[in-house]
């Protein structure tokens, strides 16, 4: 019997964590976060996160994010079975709820590098990146989602870049609450930036006549419904070009 389609293989996945915070609660977080977690995390072989950040802007504000890299996600699963097991994590976490709610909730993403992330990696550039940090949520066309990656790298992502955007990550959505989007990881110098580039984007003529060119083929538009976290690196994780490992 034929195949419809060639078996798929993928050696490398992400783990994007966010948690809405309780206001006030932030700072017990970055306590665990920086200092009793990463002997745990290494204990129980979860990787270090590529990148910490605390948002202050988007529809999960107050946000705390971080970012994991795995090759295997049977080992994903092994890993976090261990952690939450461990009874040094059981100890340090009722220690540091002191007896009260800190997270309102959380969203845990699996993600796939994008096929087109390779046309924005930076060559030999491994550097911590400071400014200002952008997650953005795409929703794309569910038919072929890859259709919506080839516009945002053809047209959204070389126009934020041309307005001082650095891209540290470009993926896809492969399971989680919310299927078939794209999400971009972007960094600016300053906020100042990141707020007029967004602003230009909604608005630029060449833009909104490539949108209006989906919408006549493909019935709606390749990239609609955005959702933006404006982030802020944390100094004990700093995201690095490329997401890569420190």
């Known amino acids: 019997m034929s195949r419809l389609a060639p078996p798929l293989t993928i050696d490398s996945y992400y783990e994007l964590r966010l948690y809405q915070m309780i206001p006030g609660r932030m700072p017990d977080f970055h306590k665990l976060m920086s200092e009793d977690v990463p002997p745990l995390f290494s204990r129980n ?7 910490f950040w605390e948002g202050y802007a ?12 795995w090759r295997d996600l049977d080992d994903r ?29 959380s969203h845990v993403f699996i993600l796939r590098p994008s096929p087109v992330w390779e046309r924005f990696r930076e060559a030999d550039s491994r550097e911590p990146v400071g400014g ?16 919506a990656h080839q516009s945002l790298a053809e047209h959204d992502l070389p126009f934020l870049r041309a307005r ?18 794209a999400v971009t990881v ?34 709606r538009p ?6 933006i976290h404006i982030l802020q690196p944390i100094g004990y994780g700093m995201a690095r070009a490329n997401l890569a490992p420190a």
């Open 132 to 147: 200002v940090h952008e997650l953005r949520f795409h929703d794309v066309l569910n038919q072929d989602p890859n259709l």
């Open 164 to 181: 001082g955007a650095r891209v540290l990550g470009v993926f896809a959505t492969w399971f989680g609450t919310h299927m078939n989007q």
């Open 45 to 51: 072989g979860i990787p270090a996160p590529l990148a």
């Open 77 to 105: 699963m092994s890993a976090w079975k261990r952690f939450y097991a461990d009874p040094d994590w059981i100890a340090k976490m009722g220690a540091n709820y002191g007896g009260q709610q800190r997270v309102e909730r």
């Open 222 to 227: 390749l990239l609609r419904g955005t959702d």
């Open 58 to 69: 988007g529809p999960l504000a107050p946000l705390y994010a971080y970012i994991l890299h």
């Open 186 to 219: 972007l960094a600016w110098p300053d906020a100042e930036s990141c707020r007029q580039a967004n602003f230009a984007h909604q608005i630029d003529p060449g833009l909104l006549e490539v949108r209006d060119g989906e919408r006549r083929r493909y019935g």
